[in-house]
């Protein structure tokens, strides 16, 4: 069934790009359809967390039985056994459930929130194929372009042919490579990834100052405010108000609701990983090691424990003085302590993060009782690591890593913003159409209007900096893109030439809600 909806979804592309007359076939296909499931299990959420009392304790159950499953700890006979009961327990959870079926939106609900220096640009990735002769139908494979849907307040529609995708993801890769690397050529190499995806959709959108990006395949790991508006030799967030968004469908989503209860922001920072561990003998060779590691958020499975990150508990002194917020730390910045917490104002946590590719194995002689055996679920391959997680036999409810599955359970709901300041957090298995599987998902079905998030390895003490005159920014009235860009600028601008690099400020893409939040 799902092979011949990509084949039907494929046609109607095809068709949209080839004929004007199928341009709003192939729009309409995009906005109904891109994204869809993240925001039904949104819904889902909802129901269950307002249901009666049956559809309650079984959720509560399913909860308990995902948290099991995402501890890395867990054999395989005892997670098969789990899984069958969640198998079970779903099917008898979501028959008590309303049906749902997606929003029906039409184009011109979505161009009706584009003011009129705005315009909505979807990116597709589409295996093009073009027809060579009407009289025996025959076809020529052209292979994987991306495209540009530009979507105008009129409800006009452009498409543009951005270029080859194998051409487009190998340049994205290498922009990331030398950015993370703080090569000099990145510069140039931003340049050139412009002229690509951004060039051609200028010369079609003079007069309009925003932009509403909805990227789509390996476009999702570009990281865009680094980008250049070429004709202008200046950065292309200096010409252009850029905004993410999932699929243009969100610009109706988005809409204020005043009834959404607001709490008090959480801060969590500084965990401790060695939680409750008492008389413990550290393998010295390996925590050696592991001493380079406290200068960036990041993970190495090669590495035994999880380091200290020093620059996170004065990041989160100063993020919660500034946001009056809950602050949790040291054995406190834990799992079961976030999951405590219902629909805060705004979630920051400053931690390491991960993501583990699709069936990587494990490099180290050591592999800590199967910790990072990588299951097939995706959201079960990234998340945040937390208190105990270096001593995971301590506490056998809370292993120290909140994965993004679990993620999807927390309550928040009205969240105006969630900030993972970690390694990577942005990063997940991306599939076309739907996105990133990993904490950006997670996120937005939890609920949260927008979340903060690093596309790659960025220092501790930087990242630090970066975030207080982020907020502090966010607390003047600041739109948070607006007060993203200011940050931007201001790092690229910094007197020290170190810290003026894409490496430092390019990497937190923000995603979803871009207006000020109310205080």
Not at 147 to 163: E, K, M, R
Not at 222 to 236: A, C, E, R, T
Not at 286 to 315: C, H, Y
Request: proline residues 4%; hydrophobic residues 35%.
């Amino acid at each position: 069934m799902l092979n011949n909806f990509w084949v039907n979804k494929n046609i109607i592309y095809n068709f949209g790009i080839s004929n004007e007359e199928g341009r709003e076939l192939l729009l309409y296909n995009v906005l109904n359809t891109k994204g869809v499931l993240a925001d039904l299990e949104n819904k889902q959420a909802i129901l269950l967390n307002k249901g009666n009392d049956s559809i309650k304790n079984k959720n509560s159950r399913l909860k308990e039985i995902i948290k099991l499953t995402s501890n890395f700890k867990l054999n395989n006979i005892d997670r098969g056994a789990l899984l069958k009961e969640k198998n079970d327990l779903e099917v008898a959870l979501f028959s008590e459930l309303p049906l749902l079926k997606p929003n029906d939106i039409k184009i011109n609900q979505v161009s009706a929130e584009l003011k009129q220096d705005s315009v909505l640009i979807e990116f597709i990735k589409l295996y093009k194929r073009d027809l060579t002769t009407h009289v025996t139908n025959e076809f020529h494979d052209i292979g994987d372009q991306y495209y540009a849907v530009i979507l105008y307040p009129n409800s006009n529609i452009d498409i543009l042919n951005i270029g080859e995708a194998y051409k487009i993801d190998s340049l994205i890769s290498e922009v990331l490579i030398s950015t993370e690397r703080q090569k000099p050529e990145a510069i140039n190499l931003y340049k050139e990834l412009s002229k690509l995806i951004v060039d051609p959709i200028i010369s079609k959108t003079k007069g309009y100052k925003n932009w509403f990006l909805s990227p789509d395949g390996e476009l999702n790991r570009v990281p865009f405010f680094g980008l250049f508006h070429n004709q202008s030799n200046k950065y292309l967030s200096e010409k252009i108000n850029i905004r993410l968004l999932t699929s243009g469908r969100e610009l109706l989503k988005l809409k204020p609701n005043k009834s959404i209860i607001r709490n008090k922001p959480l801060v969590v920072a500084n965990p401790s990983f060695n939680k409750k561990i008492k008389n413990r003998k550290t393998n010295i060779s390996q925590f050696d090691k592991t001493v380079e590691m406290s200068k960036q958020r990041s993970v190495d499975l090669n590495f035994f424990d999880w380091s200290d990150l020093p620059g996170t508990a004065i990041e989160g002194k100063v993020i919660s003085k500034i946001t009056n917020a809950k602050f949790l730390t040291g054995n406190e910045a834990s799992v079961s302590e976030i999951e405590k917490q219902s629909a805060p104002l705004i979630t920051h946590i400053a931690s390491h993060s991960y993501y583990l590719p699709n069936k990587q194995k494990i490099k180290s002689d050591y592999d800590l009782k199967n910790k990072f055996k990588v299951p097939e679920n995706p959201l079960l391959r990234s998340g945040i690591v937390l208190a105990g997680a270096n001593n995971q036999e301590v506490d056998k409810e809370d292993d120290g890593f909140l994965t993004a599955l679990e993620v999807t359970k927390l309550n928040w709901e009205g969240t105006e913003m969630v900030v993972i300041s970690g390694c990577e957090s942005g990063r997940g298995d991306i599939q076309s159409g739907e996105g990133v599987y990993g904490l950006k998902r997670a996120i937005a079905v939890s609920g949260a209007k927008s979340s903060l998030l690093s596309l790659w390895k960025v220092g501790d003490s930087e990242t630090a900096a970066f975030m207080k005159s982020f907020y502090l920014k966010l607390l003047d009235g600041k739109g948070k893109a607006k007060a993203l860009s200011l940050t931007q600028k201001e790092f690229r601008n910094h007197p020290i030439p170190g810290l003026r690099h894409p490496y430092v400020w390019a990497a937190f893409q923000l995603s979803g809600d871009w207006r000020p939040i109310n205080w």
